[in-house]
């Protein structure tokens, strides 16, 4: 465990305020920064002392922020659009970009939040210069729409809406539904990231755990087909859908070699 500062703060936006959180290593090695993007169901809080350790050994500044709905930020009063993967590029990452005065970046993310890295790096090509997924979802995949629905009929269990509401309070029913309500829907079946993929010039690091049981090595196969650059994609042994739990000194060690490279 880490002691790295951080520092908290909530940043205003036309649909409400996002909860940010900041760690800054007493060495700095490059100008990007590293901005975080959470999974379906996460928040700051549930990164745990991930973003500290990445800091302290990437040497760069590490933000991290509760999407819109999530965690410490406002409430969503709407649904999920079916292109809220793409959306983020817009509603969510300027404004975290002006308010930590943030022109370089390095986008990391995890599960859906390895999408929103993805297509927010394809929208800010010019100012980006890595991107950096864990256990991504690039395509609308069988395995992930049969875990989801399992998912729906545990999370009907007793105290499992309490488990969520740890860290969303009374936004934890909204979080369950905004994530599977809208992979489930018949609107959501044919999306991709496929034009964003093609469209990254950056150089990406997919990392993927072998039993991932969201998503098949497809979504890091597709991901190294399809962009026109350097791709590091990487088949995590004996890894399911939370390489930065279950094996965090790998991808500290993997992320920190891949971010020096750059």
């Not at 991504?136 to 309490?162: C, L």
């Not at 399911?240 to 279950?246: F, K, N």
């Amino acid at each position: 465990m880490t002691n790295l500062a951080s520092t908290d703060t909530h940043i205003p936006t036309p649909a409400g305020k996002l909860f940010a959180r900041e760690w800054r290593p007493e060495s700095i090695l490059g100008d990007a920064s590293i901005i975080m993007f959470h999974d379906s169901l996460g928040s700051v809080d549930q990164w745990r002392d991930f973003p500290a350790r990445l800091a302290k050994t990437a040497g760069r500044r590490v933000i991290a922020y509760d999407r819109l709905g999530f965690g410490r930020s406002d409430p969503n009063p709407e649904l999920l659009d079916p292109d809220f993967v793409r959306d983020e590029a817009v509603s969510g990452l300027p404004y975290i970009r002006r308010a930590f005065s943030i022109d370089r970046m390095i986008l990391f993310g995890h599960s859906v939040g390895g999408g929103m890295a993805i297509a927010s790096g394809a929208a800010f090509a010019a100012e980006t210069d890595a991107v950096i997924t864990l256990a991504a979802q690039v395509f609308v995949e069988d395995r992930t729409i049969a875990s989801i629905e399992e998912a729906k009929i545990a999370f009907q269990g007793e105290g499992q809406i309490e488990r969520l509401a740890k860290y969303h309070g009374d936004k934890a029913r909204w979080v369950l539904d905004a994530w599977i309500e809208t992979w489930l829907a018949s609107n959501f079946a044919d999306w991709t990231l496929d034009d964003e993929l093609r469209r990254l010039r950056c150089p990406i690091l997919a990392l993927h755990g072998d039993h991932d049981e969201y998503g098949s090595r497809a979504h890091p196969d597709r991901i190294a087909a399809l962009v026109d650059g350097r791709v590091d994609a990487v088949l995590l042994k004996d890894c399911h859908h939370m390489p930065h739990r279950e094996m965090p000194d790998e991808v500290l060690r993997r992320t920190a070699n891949f971010v020096r490279s750059l």
